[in-house]
């Protein structure tokens, strides 16, 4: 029996955990406990998604804020350079497609690790931490079968990359039957549904609970690494229709702060910031923080100043001969920057043509979804995530979209951690989703001459002529894909002697692929259907697809006894 529903929001910028008591949730869904994490002078509801391991390569010594406080005073008497530190390291699983079992990441300076290990260390820090915490608040009373847990991932990212997540958990302590893999807009909107906002100063007054059945609104969830957008709707029994396939790309926050990197290399006339990662990793460190502070309060409206290290000014000297003054000077920003002692004014439009690229790229995407669908006007806009905790954002975006009431609940970084709580409690919360690949099996289909080309020609031991290698249709892209029964269903045959067959399901963004390796095809996983039936009798089985749970689910039933079997995909080494 599940006693209490645990979240693990493991972010590119920031993550933290969340949970509720099973009770509690009856009484009232949005009673959700989160961590305060612990930083220098203030207190946080997340934490840097920094990992710090040993040189052993194995053992987490550090997570989040203490990771970087201790990486820092490393880096200061230079003794860092046999420990691993990873940050940011979570959007490598959307800029591959997913990495696979063997994958190595590469450390801040440049040492490989492999990928599960430092994604497993960092989840299970942030398990450990939960759990110790249940522990101590139930006098020891609570075990890990009491406790079902919830991880959240992008919409847009590939099966592959759910596959990976769903294994560094596992390698991490968490159970396959006891693990849920959330999708991080998907549950931002159920938190919002429920939860009756304290808005912002540039929320409209509509409140998304109050949404009536047919309502369609847009849930813009921009966190650090990508922005993931997509369309519900209200059912008539008060659930949610995404109506509209997740989609978006990498305009988080952290483009901006490559954008303050390219801008200070610029204006130093060098590669001053791969220098001080090298040489002054400490600093490095202290220089982006301070950006990402100044990044999480700037308007438009001021300039921005700010203390930047001494070992920049003399790493500017060293590689261009030359001050940082002089420099300044020199660059397309005279008149733009400029330097006081230990600090830096950087103009407000200039700090503004650093957000100019990404808030460009999400307002350019939420106004084509809006057009797609004219016909049924969208007149919501709800956003979620870290990002959207930015002012300039918000004030971009309710210019843009003047139309529309523009939602930001007052908790916005912490809808998807809450929201992942209520929807491990509630999971019937959706009704369907839209198909984001079309999905097939790669099978043997009747060879026709006209079509199929003679390489792909099998006969078999009775003289039939089959084509190899066909991709069979099973959800077609675009497709709304029910959660409560499968999404797509096919029968299929042993061919020659066999007993059985393999299922090998393909996916791709074509609508009607014909073979399962045309270019852009990928192979999402495989499994053997046995077809023998106990009475010893061979013959066909059912392959449908499901996709209820976030992840494809496959199943295989004997079309003689209706015997099932579910499909396990292994990552791709």
Known sequence: MVLVVASLDFGTTYSGWAYSFTHEFQQDPTQIKSKHWNADQFMSNKAPTCVLIN????????FGYE???????LAQKNEHKDWYYFKHFKMKLFESEGLRTNDMLEDATGKPLSALTVFSSA??????????????????????????WVLTVPAIWSDIAKKFMRRAALEAGIETGQLTIALEPEVASIFCRHSKMTRTATSSSVDISTFPPGTRYLVCDAGGGTVDITV????????????????????????????????????AGCSVINALKEEFMDDYCDLMATFELKKREFKDSSDVLFRYPSSMRKMVKKLTDASLEDQIERSIYKGKISRNRDKLCINYDVMISLFKTTIHNIIEHISTLICNHAERQIGHIVMVGG?????????????AFRGQHIIIPSEAG??????????????????????????????????????????????????????AGFFSKLVEVGQSIP????????????????????????????????????????????????????????????????????EIEVKASLLSTGEETSATFDLPD
């Open 67 to 73: 990771a970087e406080d201790k990486y820092a005073k």
């Open 232 to 267: 519900h709707e209200i059912t008539p029994d008060m659930r949610l229709k995404e109506i509209a396939k997740a989609s978006g790309g990498a305009w988080g926050g952290t483009q901006v702060n490559l954008q303050f990197e390219r801008l200070i290399d610029t204006i």
């Open 55 to 62: 040189s052993d390569g194995k053992t987490v010594d550090a």
């Open 483 to 550: 959660v409560d029964y499968a999404a797509g269903s096919k029968k299929y045959y042993p061919i020659d002697d066999n007993t059985g067959y393999m299922a090998k399901i393909c996916a791709t963004k074509e609508k009607a692929p014909k073979f399962a390796d045309d270019p852009g095809c990928f192979r999402v996983g495989k499994f053997y259907v046995d077809c023998e039936d106990r009475e010893g009798n061979i013959g066909g089985a059912m392959i449908s697809m499901y996709f209820g749970g976030t």
């Open 123 to 148: 989840i299970k820090y942030l398990h450990d931490d939960l759990f110790k915490t249940l522990q101590n608040g139930t006098g020891g009373s609570i075990f890990t079968e009491d406790i079902h």
């Open 414 to 467: 912490l809808a998807i951690l809450k929201g992942a709580v209520i929807f491990g409690h509630n999971k019937q919360s959706i009704v369907s989703r839209i198909a984001r690949f079309t999905y097939g099996n790669d099978c043997f289909t009747d060879f026709d001459e006209s079509i199929h080309p003679i390489s792909r020609l099998y006969i078999r031991k009775d003289n039939k002529k089959r084509c």
């Open 387 to 399: 990002f959207s905790e930015s002012p300039l954002l918000q004030r971009r975006v309710k210019e």
